[in-house]
């Protein structure tokens, strides 16, 4: 089968679906789920008790929120020019490859396929696995049937029952979407208005029934961290900075776990050849998904407020919605939770595969990866790029680290867990070059045809350049060693690259 380059497909988009062709099977609702579905999975349940723990008061908490929804509005508005300009498969990929040139595209799209999108993958899996064990107990991060075998000190890899659910949930949505787009369709839009309208359950639950004297909207001080008892080097180790710069240096760590729940948004680029009429779907599936979203997040983190302890709030390892359903409905609260959750996961697991699969495909076109993962199959998918994507995530739930404490006890956690943490900053450096490829692309190609254009330009790509800079270098600073080996997870692209582009990929 030939391989057409992405610029070749893009040339055919209105011809009506050929063999070797995405087809144009997308609309606006659900261009809409697509970016809802891949944004609403377990961060929204789980991130805000490590937030509230950095910062130590509900307004703080509150401001990290509405500031990562402020990235992520500015964000859509920048890269809705982008994605009308080139709706192309791979959109951010081709975004920073036209901008910029094919060694930074394949960077991107390099890491997207090694941790970022793959690893994100895989920790949704677990979370819903992880929940699943909360309905059948069988299913537990300790109920081995392959128990740890050590690689060396710091990591071991196994397969429990946990493991083995996240992993054949992997694989089943892998399968579902090589089965055609309407079925990934269906699947996407079925579940994306469930777990919105469960996590408006959430909200309601929270600000109605939950609502209480003794949360900490009436028991602790809004704004003033260190009348809560909060001590900034104790939130931080290590930390030199003191007063109202340490404060400020926190509620950027802080603002980590709520980019991570609303990241993703720019996922429905990724399918940017498969939606109808794009010049005008993806802009407004973009700007209406990331507001919905947006605002149900805060309202969500209001309902916690309003609803738990501050104390409560800042437990570490629990899930903080389910806190707040078991304080509102009792016990009955945990069971529902842990349905909203799965529900939840499910589906932002279908939209991250379904949308993920299309960046590698789109690299092999360009002759940038393996070159089978250029094949299309009968029902016009990338079914290659979604096999290679679905083995790959699901081997990134198999590693475990370890830890082992003063009796010699080991304690096993997730790898790709810790290899996000490393690329976070890394990808928003990545999500910075993207909206910076507005101001060059304007320059480069003016007379491009742009069926949308950035509202308020250049002061709203200014704004989230100067925002996502400020918070890169943050999270730069307060954790140098992660930092820095996520950048040098990128930069391994770099020598696989050079491989490619002397021709080994176009014999793979």
């Given at each position: 089968?030939?391989?057409?380059?992405?610029d070749d497909?893009?040339?055919h988009?209105?011809?009506?679906?050929?063999?070797?062709?995405?087809q144009r099977?997308?609309?606006?609702?659900?261009?809409?789920?697509?970016v809802v579905?891949?944004m609403?999975?377990s961060?929204?349940?789980?991130?805000?008790?490590?937030?509230?723990?950095l910062?130590g008061?509900?307004g703080?908490?509150l401001?990290?929120?509405?500031?990562?929804?402020?990235?992520?509005?500015t964000?859509?508005?920048?890269?809705?020019e982008?994605?009308?300009?080139?709706?192309?498969?791979?959109g951010q990929?081709?975004?920073?490859?036209?901008?910029?040139g094919?060694?930074?595209g394949f960077?991107?799209?390099?890491?997207?396929?090694?941790?970022?999108?793959?690893?994100?993958?895989?920790?949704?899996a677990?979370?819903?696995?992880?929940?699943?064990?909360?309905l059948?107990?069988?299913?537990?991060?300790?109920?081995?049937?392959?128990?740890?075998?050590r690689l060396?000190?710091?990591?071991?890899?196994?397969?429990?029952t946990?493991?083995?659910t996240?992993v054949?949930?992997?694989?089943?949505?892998t399968?579902?979407n090589?089965?055609g787009?309407?079925?990934g369709?269906l699947?996407q839009?079925?579940?994306t208005?469930?777990?919105?309208a469960a996590?408006?359950?959430?909200i309601?639950?929270?600000?109605?029934?939950g609502?209480?004297?003794?949360?900490?909207a009436?028991?602790?001080a809004?704004?003033?961290?260190?009348?809560?008892?909060?001590n900034?080097q104790a939130?931080?180790?290590?930390?030199?900075a003191?007063?109202?710069l340490?404060?400020a240096m926190l509620?950027?760590r802080a603002m980590?776990?709520?980019?991570f729940?609303?990241?993703?948004?720019?996922n429905v680029?990724f399918?940017?050849?498969?939606?109808?009429?794009?010049?005008?779907?993806?802009?407004?599936s973009l700007?209406?998904?990331?507001?919905?979203?947006?605002?149900?997040y805060?309202?969500?983190?209001?309902?916690?407020?309003v609803?738990l302890?501050?104390?409560?709030?800042?437990?570490p390892?629990k899930?903080i919605?389910?806190?707040?359903?078991?304080?509102?409905l009792?016990?009955a609260g945990?069971?529902l939770?842990a349905?909203?959750i799965m529900?939840?996961?499910?589906?932002?697991?279908?939209g991250?595969?379904?949308a993920?699969?299309?960046?590698?495909y789109?690299?092999?076109?360009d002759?940038?990866?393996f070159?089978?993962?250029?094949?299309?199959?009968?029902?016009?998918?990338?079914?290659?790029?979604?096999a290679v994507q679905?083995?790959?995530?699901?081997?990134?739930t198999?590693p475990r680290?370890?830890?082992?404490?003063?009796?010699?006890?080991?304690?096993?956690?997730?790898v790709?867990?810790q290899l996000l943490e490393?690329?976070?900053?890394?990808?928003?450096?990545?999500?910075?070059?993207?909206?910076g490829?507005?101001v060059?692309?304007?320059?480069?190609?003016?007379a491009a045809?742009?069926?949308?254009?950035?509202p308020?330009?250049?002061l709203?790509?200014?704004v989230y350049?100067l925002?996502?800079?400020?918070l890169?270098l943050?999270l730069?600073?307060?954790?140098?060693l992660t930092?820095?080996?996520?950048f040098?997870?990128?930069?391994t692209?770099?020598?696989?690259?050079y491989?490619?582009?002397?021709?080994?990929?176009?014999r793979?």
């Amino acid at each position: 089968m030939s391989i057409e380059t992405t610029d070749d497909a893009a040339a055919h988009r209105e011809a009506g679906p050929r063999p070797g062709q995405l087809q144009r099977g997308l609309g606006l609702l659900d261009a809409t789920m697509i970016v809802v579905g891949s944004m609403i999975g377990s961060g929204i349940f789980i991130t805000s008790a490590e937030s509230t723990r950095l910062v130590g008061a509900p307004g703080w908490l509150l401001a990290a929120w509405a500031l990562a929804g402020l990235l992520t509005i500015t964000g859509a508005l920048c890269c809705a020019e982008l994605a009308a300009m080139m709706p192309r498969a791979g959109g951010q990929y081709v975004f920073l490859r036209e901008a910029y040139g094919p060694a930074l595209g394949f960077l991107f799209g390099w890491s997207l396929f090694l941790v970022i999108q793959t690893g994100t993958i895989a920790a949704v899996a677990v979370a819903f696995a992880r929940f699943t064990g909360v309905l059948w107990p069988w299913v537990a991060a300790d109920n081995y049937l392959v128990a740890p075998v050590r690689l060396s000190a710091d990591y071991a890899v196994s397969l429990s029952t946990e493991q083995l659910t996240a992993v054949s949930l992997i694989l089943l949505l892998t399968y579902t979407n090589t089965r055609g787009l309407r079925l990934g369709r269906l699947i996407q839009n079925a579940f994306t208005f469930t777990k919105t309208a469960a996590l408006a359950g959430l909200i309601l639950v929270g600000l109605l029934v939950g609502w209480n004297a003794g949360s900490a909207a009436y028991t602790s001080a809004w704004w003033d961290s260190w009348a809560n008892g909060w001590n900034p080097q104790a939130a931080q180790p290590g930390l030199a900075a003191t007063g109202g710069l340490a404060l400020a240096m926190l509620l950027g760590r802080a603002m980590t776990g709520p980019l991570f729940a609303q990241s993703a948004w720019n996922n429905v680029t990724f399918t940017g050849s498969e939606i109808r009429d794009p010049g005008r779907n993806l802009p407004r599936s973009l700007l209406v998904g990331c507001a919905v979203v947006v605002g149900l997040y805060l309202l969500a983190n209001l309902a916690y407020v309003v609803t738990l302890p501050l104390e409560v709030m800042q437990q570490p390892g629990k899930s903080i919605a389910t806190a707040t359903m078991q304080a509102a409905l009792g016990p009955a609260g945990t069971v529902l939770m842990a349905a909203f959750i799965m529900v939840s996961t499910f589906g932002c697991n279908n939209g991250l595969i379904l949308a993920g699969a299309r960046v590698n495909y789109a690299m092999a076109c360009d002759r940038l990866f393996f070159g089978r993962v250029a094949r299309l199959n009968s029902r016009h998918v990338p079914a290659v790029a979604l096999a290679v994507q679905g083995v790959w995530a699901s081997l990134l739930t198999l590693p475990r680290t370890v830890t082992t404490d003063a009796a010699g006890r080991a304690t096993y956690g997730n790898v790709y867990n810790q290899l996000l943490e490393y690329i976070i900053p890394a990808d928003l450096v990545f999500y910075v070059l993207m909206v910076g490829a507005v101001v060059v692309l304007r320059h480069k190609r003016p007379a491009a045809p742009r069926p949308y254009r950035t509202p308020g330009y250049p002061l709203v790509p200014a704004v989230y350049v100067l925002l996502a800079t400020l918070l890169t270098l943050d999270l730069v600073y307060l954790a140098r060693l992660t930092s820095g080996l996520g950048f040098l997870l990128v930069l391994t692209g770099l020598p696989v690259y050079y491989l490619w582009r002397r021709g080994a990929g176009k014999r793979i």
